[in-house]
């Protein structure tokens, strides 16, 4: 965890929401069929995945795949009692080791969804990039700033910087993906060619990051794509519509919600609790049982 302010305090509050029991009728509402709890992770360390996922088995959880997810949607079955969705989003390249590994080992399903571009071409993420930069005064244009501009503006400043710093490769390489779709625990979802936010993009270069990554990735593993989570979790219906149009089955948000019966009617708008890197481990189980989005005066602190 790192040590501030805000991380202390949301330390302080995230334990006296479980000595004060908040948890309890989460569970009960888990085992009860109600509802389903989704997490999404970015980037963990080994010991925060297995952090996560050894707390939900010692608290009674099941760990179900994607493809267990959708079955049961589509064919309109009651939610399995304790259970929870495990995806990761970007294809970092310490996923590898620190949650495909954890995966095999404890024999729990993950679904990651790649950003092929960065996989192809060794770039890395443009909101690491921009970040390293913004730090060292190259632009006065934050990865916030940027999310709120159309594409083309985004990518020429990005351009305009990759021309004067340094890129290292944040995301795995296409040999590790293809090695890693081969596990029995792994599963390969789209994310999009270059992250872009979707609703900033023209109507064709959002249809092209959604039909093109699909292409690439199901060439990679040959194996179909039929799962998607929205980057920065941003989407309209246009999304949705290309989705459907490109074979998708079912899509992921950022909209810290639990999944119940009524998500069953937007297979497209599956909500996740997110798991954040730099946050004490009581704050993050607070965060993955979804006590913390539902208590006043707590804020979604968002990642990419
Ligand atoms: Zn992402």
Redesign the pocket.
């Known amino acids: 965890m790192e040590l501030s302010i805000r991380n202390i305090a949301a330390w302080l509050l995230s334990n006296y929401f479980m000595l004060t029991g908040k948890i309890n009728p989460v569970k009960k509402l888990a085992k009860n069929g109600e509802i389903l709890l989704s997490v999404y992770f ?1 980037n963990p360390s080994k010991k925060l995945f297995e952090g996560c996922v050894k707390w939900f088995l010692n608290n009674g959880f099941t760990i179900i795949s994607t493809e267990d997810l959708h079955s049961i949607i589509k064919n309109n079955k009651p939610l399995p009692a304790c259970a929870v969705v495990f995806t990761v ?2 294809g970092w390249k310490e996923n590898k080791d620190n949650i495909v590994a954890v995966a095999e080992a404890y024999k729990i399903p993950v679904t990651i ?1 790649v ?1 092929t571009s960065p996989v192809e071409t060794g770039d890395a993420y443009w909101w690491t990039t921009i970040q390293k930069a913004y730090d060292k005064k190259l632009t006065n244009q934050s990865v916030g700033a940027l999310k709120l501009v159309p594409n083309e503006v985004r990518i020429q400043e990005l351009e305009r910087i990759k021309q004067i710093s340094s890129n290292n490769r944040d995301a795995l390489t296409v040999e590790e993906i293809k090695t890693i779709s081969q596990s029995a625990y792994v599963k390969i979802g789209s ?1 999009t060619v270059t ?1 872009p936010i979707l609703t900033m993009c023209s109507d064709e270069k959002s249809y092209l990051e959604i039909f093109e990554s699909k292409k690439t990735l199901e060439k990679w593993i040959d194996k179909p794509i039929e799962f998607f ?1 929205y ?2 979790g941003n989407y309209t219906e246009r999304e949705i519509n290309n989705l459907k149009s490109n074979g998708f089955q079912m899509a992921f948000t950022t909209k810290p919600e639990y999944v119940t019966l009524n998500s069953f009617k937007s297979p497209f708008e599956i909500p996740r609790f997110d798991v954040l890197e730099n946050v004490s481990f009581a704050e993050n189980i607070i965060r993955m049982t979804g006590v913390w989005f539902a208590q006043k005066g707590t804020k979604n602190n968002k990642e ?1």
């Open positions: 970015h989003d970007d969804f950003t994310h992250h989570a980057p920065n990419a």
